[in-house]
C-alpha cells in the first residue's frame, strides 16, 4: 500500500512525481512547456548581449583596444554566439522531432542544450564583463570585480538551486 502523500500513481505509462497523478506524456508536455518558458527568459537576455556586442566591433573605441582586449572581445562574441545557439536548439529539436511520439526524449535533451547555454552564457557575461571592466576601470581591480560577480552567478543559478534540490528530494 502506498504511503500518504506518497505522489505514486498507479496505472501503466504513469509517472511518479510529489503532488502530481500524470502520465509519462503528460509529464513530459508540462515539463517542456516549463522549460520553454525558463528559455524564453535566457534567450532574450542572450540575444540582446549578443547583439550589442556585435556592434562593438564597428565604433572608434574599437580600434584604441589593446590586442589583449581585442582577443577578450573576439572570446565574447564567440562565446555568445555559442549560447544563443544552444539556447535556441530546443525549439529546432522539437521542431524537428514533434509528432514522433518521443516528447519525454525531447525534453531530456532540450533541457541538456538549456544547461549548457546556460554555461555558456555564464562565459559571455564573464568575458564581457571582463572586456568592459578593463576599459573601464584600474586594471587592479578588475579580477576581483570579475571574481565576486562570478561567484554570484554561480551561486544563484548553480549552487542554490543544487542546494535545493538534493535538501527537498527525497531519495526514495
Same mark, same amino acid.
Request: charged content about 20%; some cysteine; overall charge neutral.
Given at each position: 500500500?502506498?504511503?500518504?502523500?506518497?505522489? /505514486?500513481?498507479?496505472?501503466? +505509462? %504513469?509517472?511518479?512525481?510529489? +503532488?502530481?497523478?500524470?502520465?509519462?506524456?503528460? *509529464?513530459?508536455?508540462?515539463?517542456?512547456?516549463?522549460?520553454? /518558458?525558463?528559455?524564453?527568459?535566457? /534567450?532574450?537576455?542572450? /540575444?540582446?548581449?549578443?547583439?550589442?556586442?556585435?556592434?562593438?566591433?564597428?565604433?572608434? *573605441?574599437?580600434?584604441?583596444?589593446?590586442?589583449?582586449?581585442?582577443?577578450?572581445?573576439?572570446? #565574447?562574441?564567440?562565446?555568445? =554566439?555559442?549560447?544563443? +545557439?544552444?539556447?535556441? %536548439?530546443?525549439?529546432?529539436?522539437? *521542431?524537428?522531432?514533434?509528432?514522433? *511520439?518521443?516528447?519525454?526524449?525531447?525534453?531530456?535533451?532540450?533541457?541538456?542544450?538549456?544547461?549548457?547555454?546556460?554555461? &555558456?552564457? &555564464?562565459?559571455?557575461? #564573464? =568575458?564581457?564583463? &571582463?572586456?568592459?571592466?578593463?576599459?573601464?576601470?584600474?586594471?587592479?581591480?578588475?579580477?576581483?570585480?570579475?571574481?565576486?560577480?562570478?561567484?554570484?552567478?554561480?551561486?544563484?543559478?548553480?549552487?542554490?538551486?543544487?542546494?535545493?534540490?538534493?535538501?527537498?528530494?527525497?531519495?526514495?
Amino acid at each position: 500500500m502506498d504511503a500518504p502523500n506518497s505522489g /505514486q500513481a498507479g496505472g501503466a +505509462g %504513469a509517472s511518479r512525481d510529489e +503532488g502530481r497523478r500524470e502520465t509519462d506524456f503528460e *509529464r513530459a508536455d508540462r515539463r517542456w512547456t516549463e522549460l520553454i /518558458q525558463e528559455v524564453r527568459v535566457a /534567450q532574450t537576455g542572450v /540575444q540582446i548581449l549578443f547583439g550589442f556586442l556585435l556592434t562593438v566591433a564597428f565604433t572608434p *573605441r574599437y580600434t584604441q583596444l589593446d590586442h589583449v582586449e581585442h582577443t577578450i572581445y573576439v572570446v #565574447t562574441v564567440v562565446l555568445g =554566439s555559442t549560447a544563443t +545557439g544552444t539556447l535556441i %536548439a530546443p525549439v529546432s529539436f522539437h *521542431r524537428i522531432v514533434s509528432g514522433r *511520439r518521443i516528447k519525454p526524449q525531447a525534453v531530456v535533451w532540450a533541457s541538456r542544450m538549456t544547461f549548457v547555454g546556460l554555461v &555558456l552564457l &555564464l562565459g559571455t557575461l #564573464t =568575458s564581457a564583463l &571582463l572586456l568592459v571592466l578593463r576599459v573601464a576601470t584600474d586594471d587592479t581591480l578588475v579580477p576581483w570585480l570579475v571574481g565576486v560577480v562570478v561567484g554570484w552567478y554561480l551561486l544563484c543559478w548553480f549552487v542554490l538551486p543544487a542546494w535545493a534540490r538534493h535538501r527537498h528530494t527525497s531519495e526514495d
